[in-house]
């Protein structure tokens, strides 16, 4: 009872009975519970950022199911359409008429069936550069590009020159043999040392018999005398039998060896002065420059650029018109590929481009020139190039479409069912 009377709270002055310390701590406590209320503004955002990222996921995913995988048919439905397609990326119209005949679409890049590095045949200075060698101008073969200095190289002609007709007139003075003024020199002085030797014999005959009563040095000198006039005797006879005879055989060799090797370093040196002229080794267009005037060039240089002045290479050429396509083709679709199957060539940077279509409405015609014959680990794919003929290019668009490293658009055409072996 007392204490109900002390919890119990006096009356306000209005009437009211006056609030208690519990109704104070329920009434907090309902507060706390409650709480203010909620914006309605705040929960809504996260909502709308699914929504909106489950939209771009829808998209995209559309857009990757009507482009396709690498190597199916879908692609653009606007420019198919424009280039006679059906709107799903199946060409057709000529040369493919039906819808089904392109089985395969891949993408692959362009490259020179035959590039090449024009480097020089001997090195030097480049004295002299054609003003038009520059990315893009056509040279014909043997069209001249530039000149190397040839000071030393035509100093080395001449001399070779004039070594060989040195040569050349010692074989031909063996060959026609000793004039008949020598031959007859030659007589005379064997028989002056036939002469000679009958008086030298003479004089040694008559000292033997009076060897007693002559000086011992007389005896001497008259012996010496003899042996002397006999040697010369000996002497005489070869030489006059050398000259009778004419030139030893071993001799005409060794001069006809001298000639053909003084020939060899004349070829030699003269292919080296003539080839101070670098000339276009192929009719093709320039692809790149690696050289100016006043620069050395060098073949025997190991980079194929230039560094510090020498360069191993002048430019490379590529006839533009002769030219593949180097695709890898996914290895559950190669089977669909074969060599020599028709193909369609669509330069993708041209691929909706009118003047380009008006031309060639689905492309260039190609065919496949080879499988190679290993595959691409990494890739999971194995290497495919697609041939141009060189009919197929006009003059006027070579390297104007299709261009070394574009990118192109290849699609294989159906092949026969009876052409397959």
């Given amino acids: 009872m007392l204490h109900d009377k002390e919890n119990r709270a006096p009356a306000l002055e209005n009437g009211a009975p006056t609030p208690t310390l519990g109704d104070r701590v329920r009434s907090l406590r309902l507060a706390e519970r409650t709480g ?6 705040s929960g809504a955002l996260p909502w709308a950022v699914c929504v909106i990222l489950l939209l771009m996921t829808t998209a995209f995913g559309y857009r990757a199911y009507r482009a396709g995988p690498v190597g199916s048919t879908a692609g653009s439905s606007e420019g198919d359409k424009e280039r006679g397609g059906d709107g799903k ?11 089904g005949d392109v089985v395969l679409q891949a993408k692959g890049y362009v490259v020179a069936v035959h590039p090449v590095q024009v480097s020089p045949k001997v090195g030097g200075m480049l004295v002299e550069v054609s003003p038009r060698l520059e990315e893009g101008r056509i040279f014909k073969e043997g069209e001249v590009l530039a000149k190397i200095e040839d000071v030393d190289y035509r100093a080395d002609r001449d001399q070779a020159k004039y070594a060989l007709r040195a040569a050349e007139e010692r074989l031909r003075e063996m060959e026609a043999g000793n004039r008949p003024e020598e031959i007859e020199q030659a007589k005379a002085e064997l028989d002056e040392a036939d002469e000679n030797m009958d008086l030298a014999k003479r004089d040694h005959v008559r000292a033997e018999r009076t060897r007693a009563i002559i000086a011992a040095n007389e005896y001497d000198k008259i012996r010496s005398t003899y042996r002397a006039a006999s040697e010369r005797l000996k002497r005489a006879r070869q030489s006059y039998k050398l000259m009778y005879d004419g030139p030893r055989i071993e001799k005409k060799l060794a001069g006809e060896a001298e000639v053909r090797q003084n020939r060899a370093m004349l070829a030699k040196a003269q292919w080296r002065l003539e080839n101070c002229i670098i000339r276009a080794p192929v009719t093709g267009t320039i692809t790149s420059k690696r050289a100016e005037r006043g620069n050395i060039v060098n073949p025997g240089a190991f980079s194929t650029g230039s560094a510090g002045g020498i360069s191993a290479s002048l430019c490379d050429m590529a006839d533009l018109r002769d030219i593949e396509i180097d695709l890898s083709i996914q290895e559950r679709d190669v089977a669909t590929v074969e060599e020599n199957q028709e193909c369609l060539i669509m330069p993708e940077a041209y691929q909706n481009d009118k003047r380009f279509l008006a031309k060639h409405p689905h492309g260039y015609v190609g065919f496949v020139s080879r499988l190679m014959p290993t ?7 194995v290497p495919v190039r697609v041939r141009i003929p060189r009919e197929s290019i006009p003059p006027d668009e070579a390297g104007k479409y299709l261009r ?17 072996k």
């Fill in 404 to 420: 070394p490293d574009m990118g192109a658009l290849v699609s294989f055409k159906r092949v026969a069912s009876n052409d397959k």
């Fill in 36 to 41: 203010p209320a909620p914006k309605t503004g």
């Fill in 89 to 99: 990326g199946t060409y057709t119209g000529s040369p493919s008429s039906a819808t």
């Fill in 375 to 381: 595959a691409d680990r990494a890739k999971g794919a």
